[in-house]
């Protein structure tokens, strides 16, 4: 979707015309009262559910959605009876108007000019989306971790066009730590010779070494101590790899190197590391980052929660997961304590998940129970 | 400390001559019975305790050992009472023998080529020094951290010339996610440009983005979430840095930059990777985490840990901090059961602190009082 009017951005920049990708699922009623909007975390896109097809007519490999295990006909946010809409965020890199994309007042590519992008920019861009839609009013905004972010902002930005909103694995703003972990990847790119300010497209070079460190943090974070003790634990990777050669509990030896691959959880990093590096742009990496350590709607009065959700007008479902230690359940209580002290609908589930972070994209049949139970009593 | 005779290593190679820096404090008595050995952990050296003076007998700004705290005359490691030892480890780049100092035998500085030590043989290396010292036996062996790792293997390598282990916020080997940070950490300075292979030091560069990448995860993982939100919380650095030109509680504006510094804990952060790439040496920095992850004393007993001390004679102190999320107290529970199992002499104590795995060096009166008790009991 083209939008030709200027989108003005909280830091007082503006865009002058930008797309937005987006994708839609099952049909909108003729009441227009069945949408649910879908926000993705930092490395999603719009493509939240389903298949990809190609020409001929095949399924494309390793084409699912980044939430289908939560999205689609039959499943916790039914398809059959919701219109569902995923769309990609300002300055990400699938599709909308984003760093790797020209300027048109400049007719440069935007590299490290495109502007920062905050939670509430994304909101009201999804917002001008629904208004070309024709869609007044959302059944339900849902998201998970950042995307549980823009969920919060909708209701209190545009508390009259939300009627439910569904916060996964979320937090009303990050901590220091958290904002550390960002910083850190931030720097690792920043600083990565082949980033050249921001401009690597000129170049014709990618800063990789950044992205890769970056992503590596980011796993880590994403997953609990508890989790990765069990995949992988002190595993070694030659003991992975090596057919067995000795009898049954032998060990293999370590290859006593620092910069060779010894363990089993350093093999999956780097290739996380690789992987992401090849796909995802830096930009867009510092943009996101930066968006969730600005998020913080309690921070324009004085830092208290319940008087920022004085303004929501929703019915709330908050999920966390005991392991998340991202964002922990402690967060996601802080956001139900201020919602009951304005007499909010709000029921909130506490998953006991080994997964840490991810838990909220994985098939958990507690976590999906809960989130189809919501929706079954949402009237589309 | 020079060392003419060949160690051999873990790893089946050899260091043919090598040399240690080591201080003492207070004096050996007659029955050489009063020894302390004290261990460091990664960025310390064997400057354990007091301040230096220069030439002209003025103190020296900021020179106070590592563990000032802890041990002096009158502390609670008494140097009016005990004959402490602090000990460079092999690989470190304090004056000990190590990755910036020259191969005798190919004339070349040895970067990457440096051996790959482990914990057994620092410990190994530190058992030749008391021999050259005249020190058949140590009252006490101690650490925090890594160095708590090389008391506990003191007590397994050496069981006989050990009386007493004091050992604090360590663990009896690294978990997953203890490994995936130091693998993070060891890849940004691996892939740092500057880093030539190990081999930076020919070429005149030093691989200053690795080593503060590395530094600042290092540092988020040493403090607590709490201490970080109590210390820097989402502080604006542009708060703490302007003059205060409005009302009370106005709020500094963003300043929507995703490379400059925004929050004070970014600074913070930036701050400590810059000095850190300023002194310490990236070869060792490899080194030392990797003997950090190789360390399992557990690991030719098949993982069972209470096998793996039945060797232990000495009586032990085991300290751990509650909020200490890298080596968490139920790692100290772990090697306390497996000392009980034995049925070894241990105390234990779990220390309510905030400060996270930092806890160990700084000044916390019931964590100080608890050692000082523990060392009022050993005879000297």
């Not at 649910?36 to 490395?43: K, M, S």
């Not at 990847?185 to 800063?207: E, K, Q, S």
């Not at 309690?298 to 964002?327: H, M, Q, Y």
């Amino acid at each position: 979707m083209h939008f030709g009017h200027a989108l003005p951005l909280q830091s007082g920049a503006s865009l002058s015309a930008y797309d937005l990708s987006y994708e839609t699922y099952g049909t909108l009623n003729a009441e227009r009262s069945n949408a649910v909007l879908i926000c993705h975390a930092l490395n999603a896109s719009h493509h939240v559910a389903g298949v990809y097809r190609d020409a001929s007519g095949e399924l494309v490999p390793r084409s699912e959605g980044w939430w289908d295990t939560m999205i689609g006909p039959g499943k916790p946010v039914d398809t059959d009876r919701f219109f569902v809409i995923g769309v990609n965020n300002l300055g990400s890199c699938f599709g909308s108007t984003g760093p790797m994309q020209t300027d048109p007042q400049t007719g440069q590519i935007y590299g490290a000019d495109f502007p920062v992008v905050t939670v509430e920019d994304w909101v009201d861009a999804q917002a001008r989306l629904l208004d070309e839609l024709g869609i007044a009013t959302l059944a339900v905004v849902m998201g998970g971790s950042l995307g549980g972010m823009q969920a919060l902002s909708w209701t209190l930005r545009y508390p009259n066009r939300v009627r439910h909103a569904v916060v996964v694995a979320s937090a009303p703003n990050l901590t220091a730590e958290n904002i550390a972990f960002n910083e850190v990847a931030r720097r690792a790119i920043v600083t990565d010779p082949d980033f050249h300010g921001g401009h690597f497209y000129r170049h014709g070079v990618l800063p990789k070494r950044g992205l890769r460190i970056a992503r590596m943090i980011g796993h880590i974070t994403y997953l609990s101590d508890d989790v990765m003790n069990e995949k992988f634990g002190r595993q070694l990777r030659r003991a992975v790899a090596a057919a067995p050669t000795g009898p049954a509990g032998e060990l293999a030896p370590y290859k006593f190197s620092t910069q060779e691959v010894e363990f089993e959880i350093e093999s999956y990093l780097r290739h996380q590391g690789d992987k992401f590096a090849e796909y995802f742009d830096a930009n867009t990496y510092l943009l996101i980052t930066r968006a969730l350590d600005y998020f913080d709607p309690a921070r324009d009065v004085g830092g208290d929660l319940s008087l920022a959700f004085a303004k929501a007008r929703a019915k709330f479902l908050l999920v966390s997961f005991t392991t998340d230690w991202r964002f922990s359940p402690a967060r996601s209580r802080e956001i139900a304590k201020a919602l009951l002290d304005n007499q909010r609908d709000v029921s909130y589930a506490e998953i006991d998940a080994p997964h840490g972070h991810d838990a909220f994209l994985l098939d958990d049949a507690r976590y999906l129970g809960i989130v189809r139970s919501y929706f079954e009593k949402v009237v589309g």
